[in-house]
């Protein structure tokens, strides 16, 4: 797909970490951007900062995402690119110790049900609507390309530690729909693919080097090379490659410093 002024993005979760580096990276190339989040007043602000608009957008919402759309494409026209890094998700062991009682206890099914909804729903939500408008589009280029979804997932969906049960299903979850919806879309001219980041420097994680900067330090060890926390910005490289180029469709692509996640 080739950059232009005359497309239209949109990206979930746009106000803060990855999805504010992927809407600057898809701006500073042209693009007219729709940044969907729930922090109204930090995504108007970065909305502004790189001329794209802003909708508050709760992904747990049908109507809200349907109605953030809308938006988006009165504004800019049908997107022909969708990035979803929002997620919104629960923790806890399957099974574990219980300080209080002297027992055990096990995480409870609706904070699975959370994460589920939170992450593989939701996913499927917002690349579904997506892909639906981009249906009725015409193709952009001789290979009848419409348009590319692009979901988040995580080194976690492969390499999933302790108490990474809720959420590292959850992106399992992304990882096994990627491949059948690329299929699904393919006679349509649509693509799809999934980013598995690592541990990369986002507000949560960077909040971490604030409580302990020897923690924060080993994190920054336990990355083969380069010995750090990944870059938003270099996540944001990516989704600006896989926009580009029309030959990667149903792929899972691990950017995380050949990391491995020890199970904790």
Do not use: W
């Amino acid at each position: 797909m080739e950059f232009s002024s005359s497309l239209a993005a949109v990206v979930t979760g746009g106000a803060s970490g990855l999805g504010k580096a992927s809407a600057k990276a898809l701006a500073d190339a042209g693009i007219n951007v729709a940044i969907f989040d729930i922090n109204e007043e930090a995504g108007e602000a970065y909305a502004r900062e790189i001329g794209g608009i802003f909708c508050n957008v709760d992904i747990l919402d049908e109507d809200s995402v349907e109605a953030g759309f809308a938006r988006a494409r009165e504004a800019h026209g049908q997107e022909r690119v969708v990035v979803h890094c929002a997620v919104v998700s629960g923790g806890g062991k399957t099974v574990g110790f219980d300080k209080k009682t002297g027992g055990y206890k096990r995480a409870p099914t609706d904070q699975i049900a959370k994460s589920a909804e939170g992450i593989f729903t939701a996913s499927y939500r917002v690349a579904s609507i997506g892909a639906l408008g981009m249906a009725n589009a015409e193709p952009l280029n001789d290979d009848g390309e419409r348009g590319v979804i692009i979901m988040t997932s995580s080194a976690a969906s492969q390499d999933g530690q302790v108490g990474q049960v809720a959420y590292g299903g959850g992106k399992g979850a992304v990882n096994s729909m990627v491949l059948p919806m690329a299929r699904d879309l393919m006679d349509l001219g649509i693509r799809v693919n999934a980013i598995l980041p690592g541990i990369f420097a986002t507000p949560p994680m960077l909040s971490v080097k604030d409580y302990n900067e020897a923690i924060f330090e080993g994190l920054n060890k336990s990355v083969p090379f380069p010995k750090r926390l990944g870059k938003p910005e270099e996540f944001g490289s990516l989704v600006l490659e896989l926009v580009r180029n029309t030959y990667m469709n149903g792929q899972l692509l691990r950017i995380d410093g050949a990391i491995r996640m020890p199970p904790k």
